[in-house]
């Protein structure tokens, strides 16, 4: 299945399923961008607007995007707020928005489903002003090389995988710099009930396109 038709088909109990990932994601973006005010953030790949009231309280303008439009009906029913634009969108296509535009760029749970970050963090660099912020925040690889991907269940309560792709740190931090932009932080985090000892749930990075 293509991959905005699962997340048209995962829409109606993507808030309501059982998803530590999804939970533990909404508190590292709220831990990650604490505060603004900033003029413009462009949240990439928002889904049903999980995070999106967090970033209209640091932002005078959200743009976000999405290319399922099951997700952006639920997120646009759920957020009735004037300063955020929702747009449905291939993040893999040109960005709708203006290049240099933009104080800081989010992604949340969307890479995995991103063939090559290459192209798509060079779309979040040019919508970047200079000094604006990019944040990342995915399923863990090491999750990944356990088999872990995003999947929702169906009416018969069986899982069903969505399209992922394996993304190592390396490939993040290689393409980071490969779209010119500087690391600034990089951490991993685990939900309260994770064991410790297992593998993080969660990878973030903090890059910043020099000023
Ligand atoms: C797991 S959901 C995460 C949604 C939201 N960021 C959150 O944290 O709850 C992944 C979202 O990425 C979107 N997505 C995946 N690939 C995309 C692409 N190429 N262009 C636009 N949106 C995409 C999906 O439609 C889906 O809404």
Known sequence: MRIDAAYDAWAPSYDSQLNRT???DAQ???????????ALLIEAGCGTGKNTTHYAGTSSAVLALDFSAGM???ARER???????????????AWPCVPASADRVCFHLVLEHIADL???????????KPG?????????????????????LDAAGNPVPVT??????????????AVGLQLQAV???????????????????????PG
């Open 164 to 177: 992922a792709h394996l993304h190592h740190l390396r490939d993040y931090l290689q393409a980071i710099a």
């Open 79 to 93: 957020i009735g707020l004037a300063q955020v634009q929702f747009e449905q969108a291939d993040l893999q296509a």
């Open 28 to 38: 590292v973006a709220r831990t990650l961008t604490p505060s603004g005010p900033l």
């Open 132 to 152: 604006g912020q990019l944040i990342i925040s995915e399923l863990h690889p090491a999750r990944q090389y356990r088999g872990g991907q995003a999947h929702y």
């Open 22 to 24: 999804r939970d533990l």
């Open 187 to 209: 951490d991993e985090h685990w939900h309260a009930q994770d064991d410790r000892q297992g593998p993080p749930r969660l990878l973030s990075l903090v890059a910043q396109r």
């Open 118 to 128: 290459v192209p798509v963090l060079g779309h979040a660099a040019t919508a970047l």
């Open 72 to 74: 952006l009906a639920i």
